[in-house]
């Protein structure tokens, strides 16, 4: 149901612009999270944007990454700048109708299949 889009392959101090696809989470009640996941450790929640506008970022992106949204096409957005090695991971778009921005990854019912993110010179 979620889809993600606009991964790939970015040098140190570039910038990416992910695209989550979320028919059904732009009107009423919802959040949506993009979450990121490097082998051998947890998911980690990078942003979140509740129905009612609230955002929360990580403190490791605070300042470089932008979510936001564009109900009329039914995509939430993540702007990525300034973007570091330790960065690089797979990115997931999570979803759920209560709209509360959790940090971990369980209460969100909706998944993406996720997305390759690499920084690297």
């Known amino acids: 149901q979620l889809v993600e889009s606009g991964g790939g392959l970015v040098q140190p101090g570039g910038s990416l612009r992910l695209s989550c696809a979320a028919p059904g989470f732009t009107s009423g009640d919802y959040v949506i999270g993009w979450f990121r996941q490097v082998p051998g450790k947890e998911r980690e929640r990078v942003s979140c944007?509740?129905?009612?506008?609230?955002?929360a970022y990580a403190e490791s992106v605070k300042d470089r990454f932008t979510i936001s949204r564009d109900n009329a096409k039914n995509t939430v957005y993540l702007q990525m700048n300034s973007l570091k090695p330790e960065d690089t991971a797979i990115y997931y778009c999570?979803?759920?109708?209560?709209?509360?921005?959790?940090?971990?990854?369980?209460?969100?019912?909706?998944w993406g299949q996720g997305i390759q993110v690499t920084v690297s010179s």
């Open positions: 944007i509740r129905s009612d506008g609230y955002e």
């Open positions: 999570a979803a759920d109708y209560a709209p509360i921005c959790w940090l971990e990854p369980d209460p969100y019912h909706y």
